[in-house]
């Protein structure tokens, strides 16, 4: 064994025993599995040519095993006179099953830019742990800032690059750089888009529609946390798949404030015992108790003079 050393005979393959050889394949295997640990870019791909294009034809012969799952989540933001709101709540579904209501779903990058997570779970965070890597570095070799848009183009590539291969994930950035506060939309379909109101997820529909109907640019810092709140707690309320605790984010060039994390029972105790009065009424939210009597009544008045027009027609 020792003149086996001394010429390097050892390091042949032919040379080692089976144990030495099952070892040294495991320790291949697990270089290549935590490959992403040295360049978190790299990730394992399946083994077979074209995976964008011949996954779907292997799916498809397998019953049982499914490549879009189901998920649901309630995010938003927008932008006013004040700067940035972020808003999202905190349930994690797979399907019909409630696997958390503490996912944190706005994630905070660095101390001025936040990211919100919509989609696969695991997807979302394994990328915006990259991304906060990719602005930790250039924070330190270039000694400023990364651009907003430059962290949204990140993403776009990194989506276009994992497209077609099972990545669900559908993200907002918002932050504050020498251009000022910008809100921008990057999906695992490579979209990048830039906007002042956006919303994702199963209960956006709803959210949306509360926006719609209470944003101003010149908004106050109260009015604008109150309408996230509405719009997020209105969702929740509508949406299975939405629900836990609302956290709400403001971002200004000073940086970001976690403003408040309540939960949607507290939302709907505050919001349902509202008192009605007539100075109030244009500005309920469209789906709170008071509004929903007036509009009853409004319906029976409605329904009354349809009915006297039909018979004197």
Known sequence: MALEEICGLHKFGFMKGFDAQVKD?????LQVATSNLRNPYSLMA?????????LPKILAQCDGVRMEFDHGTTTLGFKYQGGLILCADSRATSGQYIG??????????????LGTLAGGAADCVYWDRVLARECRLHELRYKSRMPVDAAAR???NISAEYKGMGLAMGMMLAGCDDEGCKLIYVDSEGMRSRGSVFSVGSGSPYALGVLDTGYRWHLTDEQAYDLARRAIYHATSKDAYSGGIVRLYHINDKGWR????TDCNELHDLFCQEPTTDNSQSHMPCTSKAWIEQKLKQDNVQARVAAVTMEKA
């Open 154 to 156: 990140i993403m776009c």
């Open 46 to 54: 399946p083994p077979f040519e074209n995976p964008a294009e011949n």
């Open 100 to 113: 958390s209501q503490s996912m944190k779903k706005i994630v905070e990058l660095t101390s001025y830019m």
């Open 258 to 261: 976690n403003v408040s994390n």
């Open 25 to 29: 394949w495991d320790l291949q295997q």
